[in-house]
Structures are given as C-alpha cells and as structure tokens.
C-alpha cells in the first residue's frame, strides 16, 4: 500500500513534557527504524526493532528515550522530559527483511516528526 | 564498524557527470555498499546498492574497485532537481544497522 507515514509531522512543546511520535511502517515490513536528525547534519541511529526479537536499542541518546512496537507493526517512540537539544527532525524506516551478511533490504523512509523544544 | 568518509559538498553544473566518492577502508567482506538520496524536509530515499565492480540503473552508476576499500557514485547529465545530499552507507554491526554520516551536499547550478 502507501509508504511508510508519520505523525504528527511537526510538534512544538514545552521544556519538561512528554511527547509520543508515531510510525506506521510499509505493510509487510517486519524491520522498522528510527533516525533523528539535527539540523544541517547527517542520521543518528536511535532504535531498531525486527519482527518479534528484542529491539536494538544501542542507539538512544539517554534512558528519556524509549520505543515500543506494537504487533509487529505501528511504532511509537517516546521522549520523557523533553530537552531543547531533543530538537530535531525524527525519521522512522521500514524494511521487508534486515540484511545480515548479504544485500541490505532498502529502508523506506518516512516524511519525519519535526520536534521543537522550547 | 565500517565506516565511510566522503566529500562534505561539491558543486557542478547542469548537464555534467558528477562523481562522489567514498572511502570505507574497514568494510567487512559480506558488506554491500549502499548510497542514499535526500532532498530537504524529506527522509533519504534509495539509490542504488552493489557488491563490486559497477551496477548501473536508471538513475546512477556504482563503481567499487577490486579492494572495496572505496566505491564512486556517478550521476550522468545531473539537473538542478538533483540538488541534494547524498549518503554512502555500509552495514554497521551484523548488517541490521545502517550507520549514516554527514553525506555529500551537491548544489547543481544552472
């Protein structure tokens, strides 16, 4: 169907709240990502989840952050007490299957979640 | 980790080849090599991927030497609609991850 979309796809907030981005990934896909990217730079690697095995987690800036993925599809990630330098534009991927060894499955990519923290 | 080092900005000229290249001394030898492209306020999109040698398809060419160490990204006849950023990739561990640099900023001018 559709590709990958996000939402909200621009969130202002106040120093110290919480906000919740959502991803809904290509039907299908079992591997879903996220990346956040600050201005004018390249993609932080944040989370990655495959199908139903414990996410990879090794990318979160700090224990603020946390993603869940819920039936192997939708995808939200959450930002605690959220800090100016949380600011940036948070991309979700998606993939049919994660490559290992072999040719890397493309990631889909979402339009993004611009966070601004005021 | 593989790694990858590549121009930070180039400029060229509507109508020319261009050419990126980008090194990944320590890529790993099941590693496939991937480039991306992105336009502002939109997530990167898909390029083209290879192995070795050259892949060719409708929108660029890949080049990689026989060491892999580096691979080259040729755009023919480039426009101005291919202002963008463009990231070399290689898997980052057990290839689930792909780690993204800070990609090469091409301005097309007219």
């Known amino acids: 169907g559709a590709g990958v979309s996000q939402s909200p796809s621009n969130k202002v907030t106040e120093k110290g709240k919480d906000v919740e981005l959502r991803c809904d990934p290509i039907s299908g896909h079992t591997a879903l990502y996220w990346y956040r990217q600050s201005l004018g730079q390249g993609l932080e690697f944040l989370i990655y989840f495959q199908g139903n095995s414990a996410p990879d987690k090794s990318g979160l800036p700090s224990d603020r952050f946390s993603a869940e993925r819920t039936g192997g599809s939708v995808s939200t990630l959450t930002i605690q007490r959220t800090q100016q330098e949380d600011s940036a534009v948070y991309l979700c991927a998606s993939s049919l299957r994660p490559g290992v060894g072999g040719p890397q499955e493309t990631q889909y990519f979402g339009p993004g979640t611009r966070l601004l923290v005021l | 980790l593989a790694k990858t080092t590549q121009p930070i900005s180039m400029d060229s000229y509507e109508g020319q080849e261009v050419n990126i290249t980008c090194s990944h001394n320590n890529i790993a030898t099941n590693d496939y090599i991937t480039w991306y492209q992105q336009f502002p306020s939109q997530g990167p999109r898909f390029i083209i991927q290879?192995?070795?040698t050259k892949v060719t398809n409708e929108v660029a060419s890949l080049f990689i030497p026989a060491d892999r160490k580096s691979s080259t990204l040729s755009l023919p006849r480039v426009s101005l609609s291919d202002t963008a950023v463009y990231y070399c990739?290689?898997?980052?561990?057990?290839?689930?991850?792909?780690?993204f640099g800070g990609g090469t900023r091409l301005m097309v001018k007219p």
């Open positions: 990739l290689v898997p980052g561990n057990a290839g689930n991850m792909l780690t």
């Open positions: 290879g192995y070795k």
